[in-house]
Every structure is written in structure tokens, then in C-alpha cells.
């Protein structure tokens, strides 16, 4: 069974599980334990797995929104936290400008599919009618000329290469020239990699792309070699501006979790994804419809937003926020919620005399400390959020602990609260209109 499928379907038998359990406190531990497992055996790194762990713990402690259960929380809190794992809500699209000669060079090292991924690529783009042409610089492997010019035969794109040229820069030159008279635009080299020889390899491909300046670089990486992928993002973007990762081989990898997550902690975006040897298996990455696939048939997605809309519904109304009667918890996700829609700054500099009143560091550390709020939020208990002049010094370090946050970070919110509340009600009392907007 390949590793899309097993890892899919322990996911959904785990989510099962949890579903047809009576969600008590060892129901979701059981739950937990048995994510963990899962991501652990995919090979995703144990800090991240950890983390995710944590934010299911805490996810269990929170009181889940009027209508749903703590067993739909934490489900949400999986599907959302996946989809971070692999990259975030946002897909990468790599941008082909329709005006102009499009040039893609494939890199990685041997065996990784540089080759087969080059014929892969030429497809998707000949379906989507593009005029794709493909290009063998790679001079190292005899066969490579003969591997790459039988996929474009077979897929009916016009190839260059040569027998003979040794210097693969020339060959790339030569070729683009060639297929820019066949007028494609969208012109995919195919590299050389080699083995160990890490450090000739790189200053070819560093070399190369000096002189032939394309469009964009497409790391190829090996799927199954898990969580190494990270050092080898990181040498080759060291040497060449890598513009995206391929991940290949997502089909018959173990440790197919190991090369995403890793990728994506080299903050390079992963464009496509390789997942059989037919020139078919081939993909855009995304990481929610990724998510969906993996655990079925998209029923999390639809809990993940019927949750967030409640969530949302239950904030409280932007006319009691602008009266000065809110919670410091219910500040922060109000603060949350406004800066969706745009940068802290925007909202604040809705209210004339708010920016004046407020220090300009709690502005400026406000976008930054949100998250750090969130946390300190989340170990606070019902009680200090409904009066923070109880917390004391003591109850400041058990919440500092407790939310990973440094005692200072979880005063700064109690005294940041205290100020915009004041302030608020300050403008309110001297007869300042509030926009509504
Ligand atoms: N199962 C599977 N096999 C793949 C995938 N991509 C490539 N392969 C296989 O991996 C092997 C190596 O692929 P190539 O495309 O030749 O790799 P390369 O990077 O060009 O190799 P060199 O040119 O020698 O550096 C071949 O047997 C491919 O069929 C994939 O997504 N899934
Ligand atoms: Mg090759």
C-alpha cells in the first residue's frame, strides 16, 4: 500500500475513532497518542509533531462554541494544524508570464527525478496550452539524452540535446535559442546530479544558472528521504536561488511527511508534487485540498468552517468593544478578528485619538504579540479573564509558564488591556463618535 494511503487511512480510522468515542478526557488522549503515532511513523519532525500535540491539548481544555463539542474542536485543531504542517491555507502557484519565453531549470541531486519530473512538467503545461519544449544539459549520464528525448516524443514536445557538447551551459544556450524558433514559451532544462560530489554539483548548477538566468529554479527532491530534505533545500538555496520545491515520489515513501514538512521549514514553497512514475502522477501542491484527500471525503473541512463561523458569531459586537465593555479575552480575539481584514494599524487608525493614547511600542509589538496573547489567553482561567486585577504575581508566572511566554509578555497584556479600555472609554466620555466602520 503506497504511503498516501496508509497514512490516510489511519487518520481516518483515528478520526473515527475519536467520533464514535464519548469524547471523555481518555478518549482524546487516546486520540492524541494515536496522532502522534501516525505523523511520527510519516516521518514529520517531532517538534512539529509535539506542537501539534499541544495545540490539541490545549484545544481539549477550551470551551468549545454553543452547538458543538470538545470532540469537533479538536478535530478542527487537526485539520488546521495539518494543513500548516504542509505548507498553510494559501497555495504556492508558480507564475508563468503568457508574453514571454518562460525558462524553468530543474535541479537536485542524482535520482531524485529531475528527468522524469522535466516530461511531467512539459504536460501539465502542454495540457493547459502552453507550447513546452524540453531541454538535456545534462552531460554526465549517456542516457539522460536518450531518457529525456523519448518522454518528449512521447509526449509530443520538441526536444534539444546533444551527443556530443560536453559543456552544459552551451547546450542550454543553444537549446533555448532552438526552441524559442519553435516558438515555445515555456522552456524546462533538465539538469545533471550526482552523488556525494555535492560541492561540483553546486557550483554547475550555481554556474549554470548564472548564465542562462531563468525564470525560475525548481529544486527536485526525493520524497522518501525524509526529513533530510531540509539540508538539501537549504545547500541548494545556499548556492542557487532556489523559486520552488518539487517533491517526488510522495507515492511510495514512508516518509513522505518528513520531505514536506522539512521543505517547508526551509520557508521554500512547494509548487508540485510528484506521486507515480506514469507522467500523469503529477500535481499541483495544495496543502487544504492535500488535507482533504487525506482525510476523505472533506467532512473536516466543512466542521473546520460550520467552527470558525460560530466562533466569529460569538465575538462580541464591534459597539460593545467601542464601548469599552469587553474581556481581555474577548480583546484579543476581537483583535484577532479586526486584523483579518487588514493590518492592527488599519483598525486602530479608525479611531482618531486611539493611536495618540496608546505608547507607540504596544502599537507596533501589538501585531507581533498576538500570538503570544492568544497563549497567555489560553492559560488563564474563566476567572482571571473575567477580572484581571486578581492576577498577582504568582498567578502572572503560573500563566507565563503555562503559555510558554515570558512574565513581562503576559504583563504587557494585562496593562495593554487596561489601557485601551481606559482609553476607549476615556474618547467615549468626552463625546468622541466612534466610526461603525
Ligand atoms: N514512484 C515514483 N517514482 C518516481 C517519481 N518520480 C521519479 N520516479 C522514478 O525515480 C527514478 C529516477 O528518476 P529520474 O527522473 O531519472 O531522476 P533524475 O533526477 O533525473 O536522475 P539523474 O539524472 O540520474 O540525476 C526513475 O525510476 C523514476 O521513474 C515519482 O513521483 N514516483
Ligand atoms: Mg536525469
Known amino acids: 500500500m503506497s504511503f498516501l494511503k496508509e497514512i490516510s487511512q489511519s487518520l481516518i480510522s483515528a478520526i473515527n475513532k475519536l467520533k464514535g468515542s464519548t469524547g471523555d478526557e481518555a478518549s482524546i488522549k487516546d486520540f492524541i497518542r494515536d496522532i502522534q503515532r501516525i505523523l511520527i511513523r510519516a516521518d514529520v519532525s517531532i517538534n512539529i509533531v509535539l506542537e501539534l500535540s499541544k495545540n490539541l491539548e490545549k484545544a481539549a481544555k477550551e470551551p468549545p462554541p454553543t452547538s458543538f463539542t470538545k470532540k469537533d474542536i479538536i478535530l478542527k485543531k487537526l485539520y488546521d494544524g495539518l494543513i500548516e504542517i504542509l505548507g498553510g491555507k494559501k497555495p504556492y502557484t508558480l507564475y508563468l508570464d503568457p508574453t514571454k519565453t518562460n525558462i524553468l531549470m530543474l535541479v537536485g541531486i542524482q535520482g531524485s527525478g529531475k528527468t522524469t519530473t522535466a516530461a511531467k512538467l512539459a504536460r501539465y503545461y502542454k495540457i493547459r496550452g502552453y507550447i513546452p519544449g524540453l531541454i538535456c544539459a545534462d552531460t554526465y549520464r549517456l542516457g539522460a539524452y536518450y531518457q529525456l528525448k523519448q518522454l518528449a516524443e512521447k509526449i509530443q514536445v520538441e ?3 546533444s551527443l556530443e557538447e560536453k559543456d552544459s551551459i552551451k547546450i542550454a544556450l543553444d537549446g533555448i535559442k532552438y526552441l524559442k524558433e519553435k516558438k515555445c514559451n515555456v522552456i524546462i532544462i533538465d539538469t545533471a546530479g550526482r552523488h556525494k560530489d555535492e560541492k ?13 538566468n531563468p525564470d525560475h529554479v525548481l529544486l527536485v527532491i526525493d520524497g522518501t528521504i525524509g526529513q533530510s530534505a531540509y539540508n538539501q533545500a537549504k545547500t541548494f538555496n545556499e548556492n542557487t536561488k532556489i523559486g520552488s520545491i518539487i517533491v517526488t515520489k510522495l507515492d511510495g515513501s514512508a516518509k513522505g511527511g518528513g520531505a514536506i514538512s522539512a521543505a517547508k521549514a526551509t520557508n521554500a514553497k512547494i509548487s508540485f508534487i510528484g506521486t507515480g512514475e506514469g507522467i500523469e502522477d503529477f500535481e499541483v501542491f495544495n496543502p487544504v485540498s492535500f488535507v482533504n484527500r487525506l482525510l476523505g471525503l472533506g467532512d473536516l473541512e466543512a466542521l473546520a468552517n460550520r467552527i470558525e463561523e460560530a466562533q466569529v458569531k460569538e465575538q462580541i459586537s464591534k459597539e460593545r ?10 480583546m484579543v480575539m476581537q483583535i484577532k478578528e479586526f486584523r483579518k481584514a487588514g493590518p492592527l494599524g488599519k483598525l486602530l487608525s479608525l479611531i482618531p485619538g486611539f ?12 501585531e507581533e504579540s498576538l500570538k503570544k496573547w492568544e497563549a497567555i489567553i489560553n492559560s488563564m482561567t474563566a476567572e482571571e479573564i473575567k477580572d484581571p486585577k486578581i ?4 498567578r502572572i508566572r503560573r500563566i507565563s509558564k503555562g503559555s510558554g511566554t515570558e512574565v513581562k509578555d503576559v504583563e504587557k497584556l494585562i496593562e495593554s488591556y487596561f489601557m485601551i479600555k481606559r482609553n476607549i472609554k476615556r474618547l467615549k466620555r468626552v463625546g468622541f463618535a466612534f466610526p461603525t466602520r
Not at 561540483?200 to 542562462?212: V, W
Request: aromatic fraction near 10%.
Open 391 to 394: 492576577i498577582d504575581k504568582s
Open 200 to 212: 561540483n554539483l553546486m557550483e554547475e548548477m550555481k554556474n549554470l544558472s548564472l548564465k542562462i
Open 159 to 161: 526536444f534539444y540535446g
Open 355 to 366: 493611536n495618540m493614547n496608546l505608547p507607540d511600542d504596544v502599537l507596533k509589538s501589538a
Open 321 to 330: 468593544f467601542l464601548a469599552g465593555e469587553f474581556t481581555i479575552k474577548e
